[in-house]
Structures are given as structure tokens and as C-alpha cells.
């Protein structure tokens, strides 16, 4: 259900190159408490103005001189790539109404006008584009659920696994390198024992803008869960180019952190593994760098090792 303050103060723009037609609608839609109403006689300044204002409805006229209603609204199909034009057509021609229904307008209002009509015809589709966009970004939320962390935002492991596809078809076409870093916080437990899972969850936040802000905008962060973190590079040259990115980030996370009027310091381990050299495919990278991350951490911790090679600790 739309709230009906947002029909009210819904963003209007009135196409109509007779004055008294413009003046007419502008007077009944602020007599009815519409917040936003704005118009142009010119119908070419329509397609850059719905471009900067992104109107909610527009009253066009199907008949003015130079470009009309029919040709305005190509124009309009342009901007609003996901084809929901916002129109509602104003027409004297009864012949024109099926003609502006097939062009993508979504309603049409009759002239002379009946002012009762055109409010009810305003209200009933401004709730139906509102509608629309509620359900539109409610989907877009969605997907961005089924895609990243809810809690840091970061790519969850099914938008790491389309990533890595597209990594390692990048690598093989250009018989280039790619690595995984799979790293785990030193201590995180503590943080929670001792200030509360409030200061856990933000400490995982501060972590992952560190690491977003170390890697290259190419690279994929994601976290699968918990205080565990993954990070797909491209193009890698080879292990000391991979080992290079990992001591980066290792560094980046060691840093103190400021919780709650608490300084915090963790460290973390990490665990690398080099396309085609330790996998050919995403499974097996994962779980070198699984294997390899096991390993540091039982080397001591802020370390990282890299598949089938002695556990580093960064300089």
C-alpha cells in the first residue's frame, strides 16, 4: 500500500504547449494538495528534464507543434531502460488514445478536461507507478541479499563463485595467473568475549573497508561467514606477485582499531593459492588456499603461507 503522502508529494511535470491547458492542471493538482508540480510549453526540453529530475508522472500532450506527444515518448523509452514509461497522455482525438496506449503510455486523460477525472486518473496511476517502484527495489534488495553480506556488504560465496568464473576464463583465455587469499582473524573470539558481539560485528566491518581499500577495484572481497575472509585478485604474474598482495593485506588488518572508545589490535592469517599452479578451477584453488591457510595458522598466526610452500610472516 503507498502512503498517501507520497502520492502527494510525488515529482509531476505537465507537457502542454497551450498556456491556459497547463495553467488549468497546475491549478487543480495544487488545489488537491500535490506538492511538486512543474511544466513546460516546449516538448523538446521534455527528455532532458525527465533525465534530471526522473519525474514520477507526466501529463503529455499528444498533438504540439515541432515534436509531439508520440515522438517525445521514444525519447522517453531511452531513459527509462526498464521500459516503464510514466506517462499519462492528453488528447482531444478519441484516435489517438489506442495509438498512445501502444506507444507505451500507461493511461490517457480526455479534452476538454474533467477535472474530477483527472485527478482520480492522476491519483490512481501515480499509486500504480509508486507501486512499481517499491516492488523494483525491493527486487534489487533482494538480489543484493542473494548476492552479498548482509553485514559488511561484501560479496557472499555465490557472488565470489560467478566472480572467480569470470577470473579464471579471464586467466585461461589470456594464459595469465589468478590467486585466492583465504584469511582468518587472529583473536577475533576475544573481541566478542570481552566487549560483546556489537564490537565483533564492528570490527568485521573496519576489516573489510581495510581490505576493499588495499586490493585493486578488479579484485573480488568477500566474506563466507563468521571472521573468515576471501579475496580473488586477477592477474597475478606468479607467487611473489601473489605473496606481495597478501603481505599488503595482512598489514592493512593489523593495524589498531578504534571500537567503542576501545583500541583493538587483531591480527590474521591467510592462506594463498595460484591459478593453474595449485587448482584449475575454483573448488580446488579454494581448498589449497583452505589447506595453506591451516598451516599458518599453525606456524604461529599473522602469517600467510602459500600452497605447497613454507609459512611467510610479512616484513
Not at 52 to 59: N, T, W
Not at 120 to 139: D, K, W
Amino acid at each position: 500500500m503507498v502512503n498517501p503522502s507520497s502520492i502527494l508529494n510525488a515529482n509531476v511535470l505537465i507537457v502542454d504547449n497551450l498556456e491556459a491547458d497547463v495553467r488549468l492542471l497546475e491549478r487543480t493538482l495544487h488545489g488537491a494538495g500535490y506538492t511538486s508540480v512543474a511544466s513546460t510549453m516546449d516538448p523538446l526540453e521534455v527528455c532532458e528534464l525527465h533525465r534530471k529530475h526522473r519525474y514520477d508522472l507526466i501529463l503529455l500532450d499528444l498533438l504540439m507543434p515541432g515534436v509531439d506527444g508520440f515522438q517525445v515518448m521514444e525519447g522517453l523509452k531511452e531513459i527509462e531502460t526498464e521500459g516503464y514509461l510514466p506517462v499519462l497522455a492528453l488528447t482531444a482525438h478519441p484516435a489517438h488514445k489506442l495509438r498512445a496506449l501502444q506507444a507505451g503510455a500507461k493511461d490517457f486523460i480526455s479534452k476538454p478536461f474533467d477535472l474530477a477525472e483527472v485527478l482520480m486518473r492522476v491519483h490512481n496511476m501515480l499509486e500504480v507507478r509508486l507501486l512499481h517502484e517499491a516492488a523494483r527495489n525491493y527486487g534489487k534488495m533482494l538480489e543484493s541479499l542473494a548476492l552479498n553480506d548482509p553485514l559488511t556488504g561484501l560479496a557472499n560465496r555465490r557472488l565470489l563463485s560467478e566472480r572467480m568464473s569470470m577470473a579464471l576464463v579471464h586467466a585461461r583465455r589470456n594464459r595469465s595467473g589468478m590467486a585466492v587469499v583465504y584469511l582468518d582473524l587472529d583473536g577475533f573470539k576475544q573481541v566478542n568475549d570481552t566487549l560483546g558481539h556489537g564490537a565483533g560485528d564492528g570490527l568485521l566491518k573496519m576489516v573489510a573497508t581495510r581490505l576493499l581499500a588495499t586490493v585493486r577495484e578488479e579484485d573480488t572481497v568477500a566474506r563466507p561467514g563468521g571472521d573468515e575472509f576471501i579475496v580473488a585478485l586477477w592477474d597475478v604474474s606468479g607467487t611473489d606477485s601473489a605473496a606481495t598482495a597478501t603481505s599488503k593485506l595482512i598489514q592493512a588488518v593489523s593495524q589498531p582499531y578504534d571500537i567503542e572508545g576501545h583500541t583493538v589490535s587483531v591480527t590474521t592469517s591467510a592462506g594463498v593459492a595460484i591459478y593453474p599452479v595449485h587448482g584449475e578451477d575454483a573448488d580446488a584453488l579454494m581448498k589449497s588456499a583452505d589447506l595453506a591457510l591451516y598451516d599458518a595458522k599453525r606456524a604461529g598466526r599473522n602469517a600467510y603461507r602459500v600452497s605447497e610452500c613454507k609459512a611467510v610472516r610479512p616484513e
